[in-house]
């Protein structure tokens, strides 16, 4: 089965604070995924990975930044947290090639719920 | 207009009975479509893909896809209090980089003994 772990289900932070989470996957999938999930808004794409060392950006990747430094890892930084910031935070992988079928599923991790006071 | 919508419900649906969620996206270049469940203050579980169009079954959920009038449904056979939870749509693009998919907000089902 895949396992995608993410380093805290909860974390607290204050305002200006740097922030790194961090997501590990065990399945050596290309792709990686940051989400966030806010009540109303649905899951919005922050940044995604193809491969180590690459990076692009998603839909909403302003007050973020991520790296991708070893295939299993992925993280997401917040330079300078801010209350809106506040979020659960989503990490994802898939492989490149075909999965079952052809599909390229995700996978997601448990979740990081951040709260930024 | 949304890339991928669905009526975020609640859809309320009596135990034993079936549940039917619909799901439209707009890109007529989209090629794999997936249905996440996702529980309160869980993250989202895939339970359906599918690829080609007409129905897939797999236990008591049902995929059904029709890419010529754009839409994707899924059907919850025999509906039991666990299946309480929102139901995500996601779609790949043909084009979409890295696997991308888009997600619609989710249906909320509410299953009631």
């Known amino acids: 089965d895949v396992k995608v772990t993410q380093s805290s289900r909860y974390l607290v932070k204050r305002t200006g604070e740097k922030v790194f989470l961090e997501c590990v996957q065990d399945?050596?999938?290309?792709?990686m995924f940051w989400y966030r999930q806010d009540p109303g808004l649905g899951l919005r794409l922050i940044y995604f990975s193809y491969d180590v060392k690459m990076k692009e950006k998603g839909d909403i990747p302003e007050g973020y930044s991520v790296s991708r430094e070893k295939k299993e890892r992925f993280s997401l930084i917040l330079e300078s947290a801010s209350t809106n910031q506040t979020s659960m935070y989503l990490c994802?992988?898939?492989?490149?090639?075909?999965?079952?079928?052809?599909?390229?599923?995700?996978?997601f991790g448990p979740g990081t719920r951040l709260t930024v006071l | 207009q949304k890339e991928v919508e669905q009526n975020s419900g609640p859809l309320s649906v009596p135990e034993g009975a079936i549940a039917s969620l619909n799901c439209t996206y707009s890109?007529?270049?989209?090629?794999?479509f997936f249905w996440y469940r996702q529980y309160s203050g869980k993250s989202p579980e895939l339970i359906m893909s599918i690829y080609s169009n007409g129905d897939k079954e797999d236990g008591r959920f049902t995929a059904q896809l029709n890419k010529a009038s754009q839409y994707v449904s899924l059907l919850i056979r025999d509906s039991q209090p666990s299946d309480s939870a929102t139901y995500l749509c996601?779609?790949?693009?043909?084009?979409?980089?890295?696997?991308?998919?888009?997600f619609g907000g989710g249906t909320r089902v509410l299953v009631k003994p």
């Open positions: 890109d007529r270049g989209s090629q794999s």
């Open positions: 994802a992988s898939s492989s490149r090639t075909s999965g079952r079928a052809g599909y390229n599923e995700q996978f």
């Open positions: 996601a779609v790949k693009r043909t084009s979409a980089a890295g696997n991308k998919l888009t």
């Open positions: 399945m050596d999938h290309e792709n």
